[in-house]
């Protein structure tokens, strides 16, 4: 064994003992509220399908026929020859959605937020990003020269006072919409008004909101009222939207223009599969023209949230289809989980590092495609699981 593999192993072996090791579980059918997993029909609690979707038929003829007209993929870049009609059209129907000026196509959000910072940020200018954003703004903060701030999770008052500290050219203020490990909803019209008073700019990554969250799912800054006044959206099409792949950037013309001039994930990736673009637009326009998933999935929440507080769980956040249901302890968090599975409930722990140490949690991810049914089954085999443990 070369000595590489001797060092990860000893890694991989302690991530085991500590009890954080995260297995992929086989689905062997189609992304759906009921799927198969080892053999056996179980109910799924822990996808992104927030609208259920994922596997809908009009999505999916959309998406075939695609492959008919436009041909499965392109070989390329967009600037050389990876830039369709239907490219332009799915850019268009981002920017009408959200009301904003112009948007990029990204091959995901983590790519889009990944190459935005180092682009239209210089030395004299600043980020200020609160401490619980996305992994992947992180790193693409960490790829600017820009002067960096971190701020407490949703602590405007800590927000003020580096706003005051920073004489930068350009202010950026960046905020997950919705911070998915706690299922809590930034504060962005309290954002907006510090950025208005310290003449900032705004940014909010709305992946775990656009589609459903807001009167007509335009995401986070609808929800707070203040949609018009963030400068700029980044989102993804793999989890509301389809729950496939890809992401964008939405924002003004010339903000848009530098980045397909300069950020790199873009220039150098390949587009958009015309399969994935078309099935895009397809979900724009379900969303766009039917409530009734969004009035769905905000009645299933309610209900679980309400119903999983009462028979004894701790759980963060107070509207979100995101239900962190707060373990604390690792290791009885995997066997939460393992025995639910039994329970023919599938759901995943999330701990260090995907959250702070002590912070253990199943995170239950609701999906308007959920029956009363499988909800009263999943509350039942969570209320016996729960007390076999002695954990409720």
Request: proline share 2%; with cysteine.
């Amino acid at each position: 064994m070369k000595e590489i593999d001797q060092i990860l192993q000893s890694q991989l072996n302690e991530i085991k003992e500590q009890g954080t090791y995260k297995n992929e579980r086989i689905i062997e059918t189609a992304q759906e509220s009921e799927i198969n997993v080892n053999g056996k029909k179980v109910l799924n609690f822990c996808a992104n399908n927030y609208l259920g979707l994922a596997n809908n038929s009009e999505i999916r003829e959309a998406a075939m026929k695609a492959i008919q007209e436009w041909g499965f993929g392109l070989g390329s870049v967009r600037f050389i020859c990876g830039t369709q009609t239907i490219h332009k059209e799915l850019e268009q129907s981002v920017s009408d959605f959200l009301g904003m000026e112009d948007t990029i196509l990204y091959s995901s959000c983590f790519d889009a937020n990944g190459g935005l910072f180092e682009t239209i940020l210089e030395q004299e200018d600043a980020v200020f990003s609160d401490e619980l954003n996305h992994a992947s703004i992180i790193d693409g903060i960490r790829l600017s020269k820009a002067q960096k701030f971190r701020y407490k999770n949703c602590d405007m008052n800590d927000l003020e006072s580096k706003l005051i500290e920073s004489s930068a050219r350009v202010k950026l203020i960046v905020t997950d919409g919705v911070f998915s490990m706690d299922g809590t909803i930034a504060p962005v019209d309290s954002i907006v008004q510090l950025a208005n008073k310290y003449n900032a700019l705004v940014m909010v990554d709305d992946c775990h909101a656009t589609g459903f969250i807001g009167k007509n799912g335009k995401g986070s800054g609808e929800h707070c009222g203040v949609l018009d006044k963030v400068d700029i959206i980044s989102s993804t099409f793999g989890k509301a939207l389809g729950g496939a792949s890809g992401g964008f950037i939405s924002a003004s013309k010339n903000i848009v223009d530098t980045l397909r001039q300069k950020s790199r994930p873009y220039l150098f990736s390949n587009s958009l599969a015309p399969a994935l673009v078309v099935a895009c637009l397809k979900a724009i326009n379900i969303i766009s023209k039917n409530k009734n998933l969004i009035l769905k999935l905000h009645d299933n929440t309610t209900y679980f949230r309400d119903q999983i507080k009462e028979i004894g769980y701790e759980v963060k956040g107070d509207s979100h289809p995101i239900v962190p249901i707060m373990i604390y302890d690792a290791k009885q968090a995997v066997a939460l989980s393992e025995m639910l599975l039994e329970e023919n409930i599938y759901v995943i722990p999330f701990s260090f590092p995907v959250v702070p140490k002590g912070q253990a949690r199943i995170r239950v991810q609701l999906s308007s495609s959920h029956t009363k049914e499988q909800l009263q089954h999943s509350i039942k085999a969570f209320r016996e699981c729960g007390k076999a443990l002695n954990i409720i």
